[in-house]
């Protein structure tokens, strides 16, 4: 990429609801006539004009810019202005296919919310060649997936080998309490998914492979566990039930520990799971929870039902919470992890809004600045994750900025 780009970063999606976040975040955070050159950018102007408008006289000074996601030059036109493409727009498998070719071929970097397992596969099978050749650097699952799972293995994994001179040879994550619901985006997300695996075999192979997002080559390994029912776990003293963003980060860590050359090991093991409490009360809602995301994915599924869903239960695109529900939001995840030996060590990932919106939005901007500020000749063109690419530098970044913490747990 050219560092005579007009900017640091154009936000793709920006009259989206999680978009206008992310706007708001960074005006707020970052102001619109700073160091950060930043702009809005998507299909209608009047829109964009709207938005700024919404964000008050301090956004004044930020530039809108317009392209099409299913017009090619428009988005190249776009790209090429720019050091780093964030995008909002989902579901990515049909509207971010084009982003992402326009964006290695103009080197330019590029970060989204994405948790679409399958199109990740397909970009790394079309595109992963063409991005390791040249100097794009591309970042899926930056939002609440995948970043506290990611990096708080990372993490965990860091002060193992400090504290014991080995990693972790087994993780588990268990999501402690939250507070907050995922946005529209991602149900729509997710449903698209369920269409996809239901009418094509591949689609559903590539769901159930724990390293099918792996670099060509380590796409196998040990037995992965999943968590798909109520669950005693040993280890919490405690109930635990299936957690919904597990079939998503999970994946993600497999992938940062073949991308970071085995850090963790080959033999690495790793689950998340949400806990339920002890006793009683700790099974029957275990049992609960279980039922309720079954039947989510089996009323998903099916066509009248999934449609009453849609109008009637799911929040829309572009629908959320509001400001004070988002600020009423916060997320604690604990992570525990044994090396060979049998030594423990335990973490906590916090947030300090809702893990859906309010979080993600900061996550999301940080990983857009730390991917700005990352010299090309530290870091080469691919696909990366959050960790791999950035590791310790976003971390500090959202420990500083974004209200999350990373703290081990004696």
Known sequence: MSKQATFDIILWGATGFTGQLVAEYLLNQYGSSGKLRWAMAGRSLEKLEQVREQLGAAAAEVPLLMADSKDRASLDALVSQTRVLLTTVGPYALYGSELVAACIAAGTDYCDLTGEVPWMRQ???????????????IVHCCGFDSIPSDLGVWFLQQQAIQRFGQPLQRVKLRVRAAKGGLSGGTYASMMHIGEQAKSDQSVAKILKNPYSICPPGSRKGPHQPYVAGPHFDQDFQTWCAPFVMAAINTRIVNRSNALLGYPYGKDFVYDEAALTGKGLSGRMRAIGVSAAMGAFLVGSSIGPTKALLKKFVLPKPGEG?????REAGYFKLLLWGKTPAGETLRAEVSGDRDPGYGSTCKMISETALALSQLPKSEQPGGFWTP????????????????????????
């Open 387 to 410: 960790a791999s690419a950035l590791g310790r530098s976003l971390l500090e970044r959202l420990e500083r900025n974004a209200g999350l913490k990373f703290t081990l747990k004696e």
């Open 321 to 325: 919470p509001t400001k004070e529900e």
């Open 123 to 137: 970009m790394l099978d079309e595109h992963g060649e063409a991005a390791s050749q040249g100097t794009a650097r």
